[in-house]
């Protein structure tokens, strides 16, 4: 049965780009309906950042996001920027702190980020109803949205649903599913912001070396990020991993340097000047952790005793220490998705189809992912408050 009140706008997905959507239209006097078939709102908002919500970050820019079209992301972060959240987020009070490279952290709980959001569209009138599983989509005169809980009609829709990446959380392909229904194109999609997983013996040697962390710069193809490094029981972890793996595809090599900055030849050579009867992984642990250090010592002995071309091969390994990942840890582990919607059938202003008047697609589900450290936060409030201006 039709639902006896009409909508003028339809959200599907009562997450951060959902929320931020259904609270823009509804202040501009739309009737707005959230539907989301998880229990509570905003259960991705909850648990990121380590449950303290790394709700954007200050360097937000078009440079900071994957897409395959690098331009199409500028509109949005241009007219709903980084300061726009931070000044919402300080009319609600909400304490917060910078941690590192212009990230943005709650100082208490994510809990007042979805608190906030729940109490704007409360304000704005937003109907949100959850545990509302999605059944058909359909579109005649109006979009038609049929759930185990009833019917609805609106004049807008908004996907909203995000992408593939942690399941467990109640992700799903939906709006993948309902954009390709329209005719809308999507770009390929793959794990992003991901742990990266080796076999054989490198992941052997990782394996040994599990919580062992230390600063690095990593390059695949043209892009090199410098964070820190975490080995793993299957591999590499840490933001500089995760961070390059949005970039990785099978069968790219990566390349690590473990010593950023330091011409570790001619530090080598000069200890061994100084220090000839030094045992190799006692000089190395000068500069990695000491598991590490034994590891990277395998012709352990005196310094003294070695040739400068010896430690020159020591030396280039520790600086391009190169690897080919077998996988990654999917979506399972994945922080977002790369790939989407493809942008080429959306306006960059609004997030509308051009094709589908009336239907938008915004946050995780477009084809444009973030940079680790809330880029991808910005991006949900930027295309969510886009979209809701006119939907």
């Known amino acids: 049965m039709i639902n006896?009140?009409?909508?003028?706008?339809?959200?599907?997905?009562?997450?951060?780009?959902?929320?931020?959507?259904?609270?823009?239209?509804?202040?501009?006097?739309?009737r707005v309906l959230v539907l989301d078939h998880a229990e509570a709102a905003g259960k991705k908002i909850l648990i990121s950042g380590g449950g303290r919500c790394n709700?954007?970050?200050?360097?937000?820019?078009?440079?900071?996001?994957?897409?395959?079209?690098?331009?199409?992301?500028?509109?949005?972060?241009?007219?709903?920027?980084?300061?726009?959240?931070?000044?919402?987020v300080a009319k609600h009070g909400i304490a917060w702190h910078e941690k590192?490279?212009?990230?943005?952290?709650?100082?208490?709980?994510?809990?007042?980020?979805?608190?906030?959001?729940?109490?704007?569209?409360?304000?704005?009138?937003?109907?949100?109803?959850?545990?509302?599983?999605?059944?058909?989509?359909?579109?005649s005169e109006h979009f038609r949205v049929e759930t185990d809980?009833?019917?609805?009609?609106?004049?807008?829709?908004?996907?909203?649903?995000g992408g593939l990446s942690i399941p467990k959380m109640g992700a799903s392909g939906l709006a993948y599913q309902v954009a390709a229904q329209f005719?809308?194109?999507?770009?390929?999609?793959?794990?992003?912001?991901?742990?990266?997983?080796?076999?054989?013996?490198?992941?052997?040697?990782?394996?040994?070396?599990?919580?062992?962390?230390?600063?690095?710069?990593?390059?695949?193809g043209k892009k090199s990020f410098r964070e820190a490094m975490l080995f793993t029981h299957r591999g590499l972890s840490g933001p500089a991993i995760l961070q390059?793996?949005?970039?990785?595809?099978?069968?790219?090599?990566?390349?690590?340097?473990?010593?950023?900055?330091?011409?570790?030849?001619?530090?080598?050579?000069?200890?061994?000047?100084?220090?000839p009867n030094a045992e190799l992984r006692t000089i190395l642990a000068e500069f990695v952790p000491?598991?590490?250090?034994?590891?990277?010592?395998?012709?352990?002995?005196?310094?003294?005793?070695?040739?400068?071309?010896?430690?020159?091969d020591i030396a280039v390994g520790m600086k391009a220490w190169r690897l080919e990942p077998t996988g990654s840890e999917g979506y399972a582990k994945a922080e977002v998705t790369v790939g989407g919607v493809d942008t080429a059938a959306l306006s960059q202003r609004t997030l509308e189809a051009r094709d589908v008047p009336g239907l938008f697609v915004v946050g995780e589900a477009v084809d444009v992912t973030g940079w680790l450290g809330g880029y991808n936060f910005q991006w949900a409030w930027s295309s969510g408050w886009c979209a809701g201006q006119a939907a």
Not at 184 to 201: K, Y
């Open 149 to 161: 809980h009833g019917d609805f009609t609106a004049e807008s829709l908004v996907l909203a649903t």
């Open 244 to 275: 390059i793996s949005s970039y990785w595809q099978q069968g790219m090599p990566i390349v690590v340097d473990m010593l950023p900055g330091v011409d570790a030849a001619r530090e080598l050579i000069a200890r061994k000047a100084v220090r």
């Open 55 to 88: 709700f954007t970050n200050l360097e937000a820019s078009a440079d900071r996001f994957l897409s395959g079209n690098s331009h199409f992301c500028r509109a949005a972060l241009a007219r709903y920027t980084q300061h726009d959240f931070i000044t919402l």
């Open 183 to 220: 005719g809308l194109p999507l770009s390929e999609t793959r794990p992003g912001l991901v742990p990266l997983t080796f076999s054989g013996e490198t992941q052997a040697m990782m394996q040994g070396l599990t919580g062992v962390s230390l600063d690095i710069s990593v390059t695949c």
């Open 100 to 139: 590192t490279l212009g990230q943005l952290f709650c100082d208490g709980s994510a809990r007042e980020i979805v608190a906030m959001l729940l109490a704007e569209c409360s304000a704005a009138g937003v109907e949100i109803r959850l545990a509302h599983r999605i059944v058909s989509i359909s579109r």
């Open 4 to 30: 006896p009140r009409p909508y003028e706008v339809i959200v599907l997905g009562a997450g951060a780009a959902g929320l931020m959507c259904a609270m823009t239209a509804g202040a501009r006097g739309r």
């Open 290 to 312: 000491q598991r590490l250090a034994q590891v990277l010592a395998r012709q352990d002995g005196p310094i003294g005793q070695m040739r400068d071309r010896v430690l020159g």
